[in-house]
């Protein structure tokens, strides 16, 4: 997987910030702790000149061994002491070194193995959420949340079909406030079914909102705006050629496809949304697909092989009622 250089520049400066703060609070602690204990402070004082003693005794080149072993058990008998001032007012020994988000490589994003430098997986997954914001600027994600969802928009009465709204609408809230606790990479597909305003985009992005806290990646866009940048990066080669937009909507961790069925519909975009939900399900990523189509109008438009692969793979929600937006 190739990452953009925007990102991952953004990644880093992040990932420096995050560092620079573990330090900063560590310096306040400590300037905080000193003012209370000036004790721990001059102790600081006496290492640091047992420490410029020492150097200068290893760099006299004379026999030093008997000065340098009374140095460092001065320094012992200090760091016993500091010690014991921290722990008799109940700070644990590490309360003055800094915290880092991400012990394994200190909040720098690298870490030394056998003598190589990997990159942690910390500052790759923060490459990949800076990735996901850039998708987003083509469709901005404005994030909802279940409390803002009224299901006293939903009728209580029985529709031509003997259906109460908000009945089906209670279960179906109840469904995606679970599957966003729940989510994990485990976690399946799902297709929403239903007529424009019955509160498909609100309850996926409010999905997207839980799940984006819980440390996901995730990548909303709406069918017309992602296809047509896809088709411009596939047939008009843009000079852009750092952004590999069909990669990101393959590596988020949940793929969001709003308003699928509203996009120019040719044999290329139909190729593509097939290739996007296959590929994914192939990598075992939930994607979850919101449409005005029924189940026979999405088989018409991307074909009996697709709709296989929905039917095989998604739980089905499918939304009734009348448009809530009228209600707001
Ligand atoms: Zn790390």
Redesign the pocket.
Known sequence: MSYSQKSINKAKEKMNARRASAFSVADYRKSKLYSEYPKLEEIEKELNNIGVSTAKAVLSGKNVLEQLSKLRDKSVDLQKKYDIILNSNGYPKDYLEPHFV?E??K???Y?ETNNKTLM????KKMIISCECEELNEISPLKLSTFDSFKLSYYSDQPDAQGRVPINRMSKIFNYCREYADKFSLDSKSLLMCGATGLGKTHLSLAIANEVIQRGFSVVYVSAPDILSQLSKEQFYHQPNIDKDTFKMLLDCDLLILDDLGTEFISPYSVAAVYNIFNSRLLKSKPTIINTNYNLSELETTYSQRFMSRIMGSCDRLDFIGSDIRTKL
Not at 120 to 123: G, S, T, Y
């Open positions: 991400c394994k490589c909040d720098t994003g870490y942690c997986d910390c500052l």
